[in-house]
């Protein structure tokens, strides 16, 4: 006999509001919901809800709730619930346990433990709304010096550069992992907004070529979709070495995702398993690593800024250094609490470090050796809101990833169930009735407005600093203090306590 | 004249937009109430099967045969908008015979039954399309 438990979610329904329109029926892909016609009345099987609030939100008389049931083995604080239930279901399936999206541990943020710094007094905040701020910013390798022809007027060869018009990107998502609709929202968001986003591993879909200048081509262990016209397709290609929520492993696509258009985009077999190495299996060394910048940049007739992004692990700084002598143009790190599409729920909630430490300590090893100017920076693994943005700005960083909010954007709930498929609000989903429960029009409209609000909230931050740049904020610590921290995790930071 | 236009791609057929005609027309103030345990007699329908879904409608056409149909006046065109008088039909559904959209119904009085655009009840624009939650219907100059 199986090892059984209480459904982890109940399904809460008010009788007195629920008019059985079966809205909840129909929008459910995990048929939690269903309707008995000798009663006339809806009834649900618990069982299967992943509580990702679909039918709550559609539910045109609010009848409905999902709650965390509160049927619990008896209180044990070192053999929690979930430690036992993922026992229990280990026991059923002798599986490895699989879980979506990023690390959802108690681990610290050390966003909220950092606090941003006003003018007062001595030096003028500036208003945004009165006096110009920029927020652009380039990536790409910075000279060390100026350099002037035999006139005195400046030479302006400069490494290939993106340019963005805010410090944020969306990072990559591959079209297999999320759906066509979200990637054309992502597409034409970035477009509008003047930014990038993502092609992750999966390639690029014919139809989203033409919004090249805002997507960045990734090749990844497994290389899928890569041929020289994606590589110059994008505005930068991005080398794939790690990914923050599965550090050291490579990824599983299942073949029930590979339909027809994604099979082509990634030019493997339709229905196939589409499995991404752990390693690249031509890269063992920073030399390796290099072989292959050079291989990008001949492809894309060094035109492009190459992106190697790596996982925040142990001595990130020395691997980052590595990278930045590699001839990459940009170093992106993904910090522990990044999210995914699907991995080892160990390997998500266990390996890694937080982007904060990753950051820092990159940023600071980069500056003492006297390559910052080599590379760019940028950081991803939940960034959470404008003020993340900021700090993560102030602390080195050159820009930052954003996907897990993007997501949130497009509808997402952060139910943790992306690697079943069945996403209720078709973004993780291939199943083409999901799929077209996002409608690109809509999604591209609210990731618009969620940039568009950060930028704005981002300028309000600088302003009150007195600052009407981000190129002024970059790497400026001194407008930053902590709360609540150690003296090591400080040092690692390298800001001052908050009243120091 | 902005009248209701259906997105058949991004309709999911979740209905939504049956009960929230139904209840705009209801006259009364909570959804619940207005339509829990009650057969509902919604003025725009959703048709369809697994692979695609629309929802239909009156077109508010320009030359409506319904309006000619009428054996008794009840249909008029007011502003654009083809309108019923609820008061003279008679049910004798010449309107439902002749309109080539299927957008007419027999109501809840046994009367014809149409899309007036929510402009005359509490909503004051179609109730479908603000509850539409993927935009697949649309309510716009075209």
């Known amino acids: 006999m199986a090892l059984l438990f209480y459904p982890e979610f109940e399904v809460i329904r008010n009788e007195n509001r629920c008019i059985a329109c079966r809205v909840c029926e129909r929008q459910c892909a995990n048929e939690v919901h269903s309707f008995d016609s000798q009663t006339g009345r809806m009834i649900a099987d618990e069982t299967k809800c992943v509580n990702c609030q679909r039918c709550v939100s559609l539910c045109p008389t609010r009848a409905l709730k999902i709650v965390k049931s509160n049927c619990n083995f008896k209180e044990n604080a070192n053999w929690q619930d979930d430690t036992i239930k993922e026992i229990y279901k280990q026991a059923n399936s002798g599986g490895v346990l699989l879980s979506s999206m990023g690390n959802p541990k108690p681990f610290p943020v050390y966003w909220d433990k950092i606090l941003i710094n006003a003018s007062q007094v001595t030096n003028p905040s500036i208003d945004p709304l009165r006096e110009p701020m920029e927020t652009k910013v380039f990536l790409g390798k910075k000279p060390n010096h100026i350099e002037r022809d035999k006139d005195g007027k400046l030479k302006f060869d400069l490494s290939p550069q993106l340019e963005l018009s805010m410090p944020i990107m969306f990072s990559a998502m591959s079209y297999g992992s999320i759906s066509y609709n979200a990637h054309k929202s992502l597409a034409t968001a970035a477009e509008e907004l003047g930014i990038c986003y993502n092609t992750g591993e999966g390639g690029l879909h014919e139809d989203f070529y033409v919004y090249g200048k805002n997507t960045i081509v990734q090749v990844a262990s497994g290389r899928f979709g890569v041929h020289e016209d994606y590589l110059k397709a994008g505005a930068a290609v991005e080398i794939k070495m790690g990914q923050g929520a599965k550090p050291g492993i490579g990824g599983h696509l299942p073949g029930a995702k590979i339909v027809a258009d994604v099979s082509r985009t990634r030019m493997i077999p339709e229905g196939s398993d589409a499995i991404s190495p752990a390693p690249h299996h031509d890269i063992y060394s920073i030399e390796d690593l290099r072989q292959l910048v050079y291989s990008l940049k001949e492809a894309t007739e060094y035109k492009k800024p190459i992106i190697v992004k790596v996982a925040a692990v142990h001595n990130i700084a020395a691997i980052a250094s590595g990278i930045a002598r590699s001839g990459a143009d940009i170093i992106a790190i993904d910090g522990f609490r990044g999210g995914t599409g699907a991995a080892p729920t160990r390997i998500r909630d266990n390996v890694g470090i937080p982007v904060e430490l990753a950051l820092a300590a990159v940023d600071k090893r980069l500056r003492d050796e006297g390559i910052r100017n080599n590379v760019s920076l940028v950081v991803g693994g939940s960034i959470r809101s404008a003020s993340d943005v900021v700090k993560a700005i102030a602390l080195g960083a050159d820009a930052c990833y954003i996907a897990t909010a993007a997501l949130l954007a497009l509808g997402c709930h952060l139910c943790r169930t992306c690697q079943s498929g069945k996403c209720n609000w078709g973004i993780a989903t291939q199943k083409p009735e999901l799929v077209k429960r996002l409608n690109p029009e809509i999604g591209k409209k609210h990731l618009v407005n969620l940039m568009t609000a950060w930028r704005h909230e981002i300028k309000e931050l600088m302003g009150g600093m007195g600052i009407n740049s981000i190129e002024a904020l970059k790497g400026n610590r001194l407008m930053l203090r902590g709360i609540g921290m150690t003296e090591k995790e400080l040092e690692i930071l390298g800001i001052s306590h908050a009243g120091e | ?142």
């Open chain 2, 1 to 142: 004249m902005k009248r209701i236009f259906v997105n058949e791609e991004w309709c999911l057929g979740c209905h939504l937009c049956e009960y929230n005609c139904a209840f705009a027309n209801s006259g009364m103030k909570n959804m619940a109430l207005a339509l829990k345990g009650k057969k509902i007699f919604p003025k725009i329908h959703v048709y369809g099967n697994d692979k695609i879904n629309f929802a239909v409608s009156c077109r508010h056409c320009e030359d409506p045969l319904c309006v000619k149909a009428c054996i008794s006046g009840a249909l008029h065109i007011k502003d654009g908008r083809v309108c019923i008088d609820k008061t003279k039909c008679v049910g004798c559904y010449s309107c439902i015979m002749v309109c080539p959209y299927g957008s007419l119904s027999v109501g809840e009085t046994g009367v014809a039954s149409k899309c007036e655009l929510c402009l005359d009840n509490a909503c004051g624009s179609p109730a479908c399309v603000k509850g539409c939650p993927n935009n697949a219907i649309v309510y716009e100059e075209r």
